[in-house]
């Protein structure tokens, strides 16, 4: 008889303290100005979910369409609205009947948007591209990731949330880029000459590129076939801002002194 009094007391205790928490919970929601999702949006909400989607989604596409990138004006927007439409479908599956307010963690709804970012992850690794030591779409992979958590944001109904990361998102990719191409950092480059391998040609370019500022380090040689000639390559480092343009210079000069076979850029692009 005392167990079963005490298992009933204990389980008394836990539905009120529960109660409890939820007001509690509630009432911070009430008082920071946050709005939950909303069990029964109407097809207002939801108008206004998909169109502010699409706004976001193509203020942020624009600038990569623009440039001539990948994922441009209309994926981005795709993107976008399929994140929002899974999410606004997770809302309106919230308010199945027969279910008991404690049942939305059984039902896992969150698994749709999960899902979405799981599938924009494939999409986002696709679009980052090597060629060699050349790195590109990683920029583009993370316009697309940012665009679907906007996307799941404003399909969720949270609006401001939803709005104010597009507009970081356009500050970042539009108004950053200015400050970002002008900052000095490393560049690099594979030069291949043709040469004599019996000659100094090795340590004579490293000192050349050196008198103009530029760094040269010797990586390997490549006998030609049936010819006293042999291909060397060497990598070229110098550090100037995006603004400054390709090295024609440091080509000039050793174009000058020797048969150029090939420069290829290593850097990173977006």
Not at 16 to 32: I, K, N, P, Y
Not at 94 to 106: A, C, R
Not at 187 to 196: G, P, S, T
Request: glycine content about 10%; aromatic content about 6%.
């Amino acid at each position: 008889m005392p167990s079963r009094f005490n298992a009933r007391y204990r389980d008394t205790l836990a539905d009120l303290l529960q109660e409890d928490l939820s007001q509690v919970d509630f009432s911070l929601r009430a008082e920071s100005g946050l709005k939950s999702m909303p069990l029964h949006p109407t097809w207002q909400d939801i108008a206004i979910r998909l169109l502010l989607t699409m706004i976001a989604s193509a203020a942020i596409g624009l600038d990569r369409g623009a440039q001539g990138h990948a994922a441009g004006l209309r994926t981005t927007i795709l993107v976008g609205l399929a994140a929002s439409i899974a999410m606004i479908q997770a809302n309106i599956l919230l308010s199945i009947g027969g279910k008991t307010p404690g049942s939305f963690g059984v039902m896992d709804l969150m698994r749709m948007p999960l899902g979405i970012l799981t599938g924009v992850g494939f999409i986002g690794g696709g679009t980052i591209l090597r060629r060699g030591d050349l790195v590109t779409g990683v920029t583009t992979a993370a316009t697309l990731w940012a665009t679907t958590v906007i996307g799941l944001c404003l399909g969720g109904g949270q609006l401001i949330l939803g709005v104010a990361g597009t507009i970081l998102a356009v500050v970042t990719l539009w108004l950053l880029k200015w400050f970002d191409i002008r900052i000095p950092r490393e560049h690099r480059a594979i030069l291949v000459i043709q040469a004599d391998p019996a000659s100094s040609s090795a340590s004579d370019l490293v000192d050349l590129v050196g008198s103009a500022g530029y760094k040269a380090k010797f990586r390997r040689q490549t006998r030609i076939d049936e010819t006293q000639q042999a291909k060397l390559s060497f990598e070229i480092s110098w550090r100037r801002p995006d603004t400054a343009g390709p090295p024609l210079d440091v080509i000039q000069m050793v174009g000058k002194h020797y048969p150029i076979v090939s420069f290829e850029l290593t850097l990173e692009s977006g």
